[in-house]
């Protein structure tokens, strides 16, 4: 992979239609302490995310994307620094509105799937409902419209240990839009997953950032996602190395080059 000079990293628009910032970053630092080691996972990362983009995060192992993603959704707190969602300054909320945030606002996709094991698809989607008071009658008709839309409405009622890997992932983002958020975060959201099955997920993340504008961050080692991503971001060492629109990115065939073939 190759980038071409970039003079800007914000998503491009036409005319006056600019993006909001829906998430940003103040010099935003992590670090973990076992007895007298400091390991700094993120040292300082500044970066603002547009409302209705695709976002592709990349980066090793250890380069502090799963820490960014536990950042910005609210699952952990900074060391120093500061996360606005919706211009909200995260580490200000009680634990109250903290849960409120992570419920309606965001909508979380982890590699493993975190299904309940003993509930049926329909159940694992409805849980988060539960949660925002969703009468059971409107729980149902959207966990059964969710279910439709990544194309397992025939398979409600099986639990996880009926379903394939790929069902099961299907069966997890039908869950994260259960409380329509506006956010979806991806944590290598196709990791345990074949290449078809891969793809699949994939068309269904950026048929819901097209079609119901969702914003979608995900990070991930799968370099595919960069085919579907508005921008991309590789993150080395806690910091933001650098962040480029997919229109100045190109990718070889075969391989990647420079320092993206990680």
Known sequence: MSEKTNTTTQPKRSGSDVRAIIIRTLHLKKSYQMGHIVTEALR?????????????????????????????????????????????????????????????????????????????????????????????????????GLLDLVGLKDRWFHKPIEMSGGQQQRTAIARSMANQPSVLLCDEPTGNLDLKTGAEIHGILHRLNQERGVTVICVTHDHRLINIADRIMWIRDGMVERLAQRSDVTVETGAIGGKENE
């Open 44 to 144: 300082g990362v500044d970066v603002e995310i547009y409302q209705g983009e695709f976002l592709c995060a990349l980066g090793p192992s250890g380069s502090g994307k799963s820490t960014f993603f536990n950042m910005v959704g609210g699952l952990d707190s900074p060391t120093s620094g500061r996360v606005f969602i919706d211009e909200v300054d995260v580490a200000q909320l009680n634990a109250v509105e903290l849960a409120f945030l992570r419920c309606r606002k965001i909508g979380y996709i982890f590699q493993t799937y975190n299904l309940v094991r003993y509930m049926t698809a329909l159940e694992n989607v409805t849980v988060p409902m539960a949660f925002a008071g969703v009468s059971d009658d409107e729980a149902r008709d959207r966990g059964m």
